[in-house]
């Protein structure tokens, strides 16, 4: 059977260095760091006092009082960037089959501060269990794209994908493959998550996954950094328009990138740590090419997962290495993650969306706040350090991996 | 207007997002105030923490209106 192509027709952020497309793109080209204090709770007790929180966020801009009430920051979130990546799209909402338009969302935890508050009223009461009616619904992760659905009347396939930090690459790939098997003439997929909350902060702190730099928050997130110490933990959300070629050629839509492949495979090692030898992380990023039918010197440009761990930044810069061989240095290769922190579920959708802007305007956005050189790190790879670097980008790759081992990879190439 | 009437409306204002003038005694909850069945719930749940009374689950079914919260209330106490 011939597989259906699929593309790009809508886009939509709120980030922590933007609320909209054009804020976000803004923000990445001029490498602006989006973290800060921690203004959410009080955070003196915690040994990461600073995240990258939303900026001039205030749901009564998008919601009405009593509608906002109901809808967990990640739901929100959610509808605020569909929404612009619907209106994005220029769809005719009366005219699109919306049994055939499906909404597949990513979001790693789901409603984590709408638990974390309803077991804290629990805990501070007497033992009598008054929960609110909406607790359940407002936390679990699939109520996201219930909510979008429920808004714009979308009848097709309808769940999020929870895969940790690649959740938001997994609802992309899913998406594609609805299209392409011809399920679907359009998917609204991308991902959410709300998780700065003493909860969230708590739980990774424990982990030693964050990093500890308080004296100097927005210098924090240093992929490839030498003096690198941890993750950012960032909020926020993007969403993407996946649409069938024909589609969107037929009623005449502006055309970002073709997604041409997915990737995805498994550590199957360890909880939280990454294979050492990245066998996992070697195989999605082949897979991915092969399912794109792409070789490894078509690729141009790579996001990588690099949340500025100790760890994860090396074993996957050295199967960018192993893969991609003597084109590795020609590659252009950075971390996005360096200005908006590390967006959890979000993070596929987010980062996704800057390779696709790199592609648009030719530039790729700097891995910001680079000062030591690594030498674990291979010095001919070109990292995008500090500052954007201009490059006709053609094929670009976005890599996610999560807690679990579970790793994914999305290609994106442009219309010829 | 009582006491318990006036906080009584001012939860439904509160949770319902509604105009304080729509909040009549006879306004239904559901058919008037724009309220689904889990609005519903926490309406009843609300009364329960702000009057520090018990409402049976079969007994909050027949508070349906306005009014009949406040009369529920206003026996209760």
Redesign the interface.
Known sequence: MQLKRVVVTGLGALTPIGNNIDEYWEALKNGKSGCAPITYFDSEKFKTKFACELKNYNPEDYF????A?KLDRFAQYALVSSDEAIKDSNMDLDKVDKFRVGVIWGAGIGGLETFQNEVLNFAAGDGTP?F???FI?KMIADIAPGNISIKHGFMGPNYTTVSACASSANAMIDALNYIRLGHCDIIVTGGSEAAVTIAGMGGFNAMHALSTRNESPETASRPFDATRDGFVLGEGAGALVLEEYEHAKARGAKIYAEVVGGGMSSDAYHMTAPHPDGIGVVKVMENCLRDAGLKPEDVDAINTHGTSTPLGDVAELKAITQIFGEHAPDININSTKSMTGHLLGAAGAIEAIASLLSMKYGIVPPTINHTTVDENIDPKLNLTLNKAQKREVNVAMSNTFGFGGHNACVLFKKIS | MSDIASRVKAIIVD???VDENEVVAEASFTNDLGADS?DT??LI?EF??EFDIQIPDDQAENIATVGQAINYIEEAK
């Open positions: 009405d009082r009593k509608e009430r008054r609110n009616p909406f619904p | 949770k319902l997002g889990l719930v926490e749940m329960e923490k």
